[in-house]
């Protein structure tokens, strides 16, 4: 039995989805859950050079024996779910959304609108928030997934019971991973920046919450962290600390190309800063990782892009992931260097200990 978690540990898009998809498959997960809502989309490049973007159901997918479960504190846009579904070509007997999880309707996204959030927040106007409010305030006119059986006839042969098929798989000695959202900076309780948060809780602790299993259960726990964070575009978006330019990076990095990311929503270009150890050291005391996985090594050195092997990393590269061992108290396990889910590896304790230069020390 294993019951994993995967966190984000700075401000979202830190390869959650990656991680979760490498560890479906080289783990091989019975059941994989991917938590939040369709604001947020977790991508990767496949085998086949494709990218693919999910804001609905989780990355497990890539493992075609994974069952892939939508959990009762989720809310979900119909549309959107459907489109996933379709575009992957999943079979019935894979998928399955708890009854009790949230409908985001025309009206949340709406109200969105009309409530500014954009300008204010950058919200992604994709209802969200709208909905969690109205689940919260429990309205007359809040639906759950079990009460829209005659609206989206197409999701009843989905609907079951999700916490009770993850407890179930747990006791019958199965391997579960559940996907977290978004990232700890942008927790609604334990951000530094409120108002400037997202508009739930970012932790393993409240993903175990919104699937409805036991934190006891919890044999891993994965922060993911980037070598340089991430954060959407705006001042109204919130603050980040020792912000860059794409050009600076492009330069400092030796890409031979101009680098920028943007957001897999709303498409705008994302602000990038250097690594954050104070914004490291809470989310990592707040998630307490059994394991680490540190994504965006070609970030460090265009040399290291899609290298697999740690000694064949750069001194800087190697360097970095030895002192985020050190100064976070966990051990690094996953590491990656580029977008592409073949570039993502996991690490024996060994392998770094035996490459390590001691007396580098990287600036970021």
């Known amino acids: 039995m294993s019951l994993w978690v995967v966190v984000g540990g700075q401000y979202g898009s830190e390869g ?9 498959k080289q783990e091989d997960i019975d059941i994989c859950v ?24 989780p990355t497990g997918f890539v493992n075609p024996r994974t069952k892939l479960l939508i959990p009762a504190g989720a809310l979900i846009d119909p549309a959107v779910l459907k489109q996933e579904i379709e575009s992957l070509d999943l079979p019935p007997g894979r998928i399955g959304i708890d009854r009790k999880s949230f409908i985001i309707e ?9 409530l500014s959030l954009r300008e204010r927040l950058s919200s992604t106007l994709c209802g969200v928030g709208a909905a969690q409010s109205r689940r919260v305030l429990r309205s007359g006119d809040a639906k759950l997934a079990k009460d829209v059986s005659g609206e989206h006839t197409w999701m009843n042969k989905y609907l079951t019971d999700v916490s009770d098929e993850v407890n179930t798989a747990i006791d019958s000695e199965k ?34 919450s919104e699937v409805g299993v036991s934190p006891l259960l919890a ?15 705006g001042e109204q978006a919130g603050p980040m600390r020792d912000e860059i330019s794409w050009e600076q990076l492009q330069a400092e990095s030796r890409y031979p190309y101009s680098i920028e990311e943007r957001t897999t929503v709303t498409n705008k270009i994302r602000r990038v800063a250097r690594f954050d150890w104070e914004l490291a050291h809470r989310a990592i005391r707040n998630n307490r990782p059994t394991r680490i996985a540190i994504t965006g090594l070609d970030y460090l050195s265009f040399s290291n892009r899609g290298v697999t092997r740690f000694s064949e990393l750069e001194a800087q590269a190697r360097s970095f992931v030895m002192q985020a061992e050190t100064k976070l108290s966990a ?10 889910l073949s570039a993502m590896t996991a690490l024996p304790d060994c392998q770094k200990s035996k490459t390590l230069e001691p007396t580098f020390e990287p600036v970021l």
């Open 16 to 24: 959650k989805g990656k991680v979760s998809a490498f560890i479906s």
């Open 106 to 114: 025309h009206q949340d996204r709406e109200k969105e609108g009309a």
């Open 175 to 208: 391997k579960v991973l559940i996907e977290g959202t978004q990232g700890f900076g942008l927790s609604l309780y334990h951000s530094e920046y409120y108002p400037k948060t997202t508009s739930r809780d970012t932790t393993a602790a409240g993903f175990l």
């Open 331 to 340: 051990p690094v396990r996953y590491i990656s260097s580029g977008p592409a």
């Open 219 to 233: 044999t891993q726990i994965v922060v993911v962290f980037r070598t340089f964070p991430i954060r959407v575009s």
């Open 34 to 57: 991917r938590c939040g809502g369709p604001n947020s989309g977790h991508s990767f490049v496949d085998d086949d050079g494709r990218t693919i973007v999910l804001r609905q159901l």
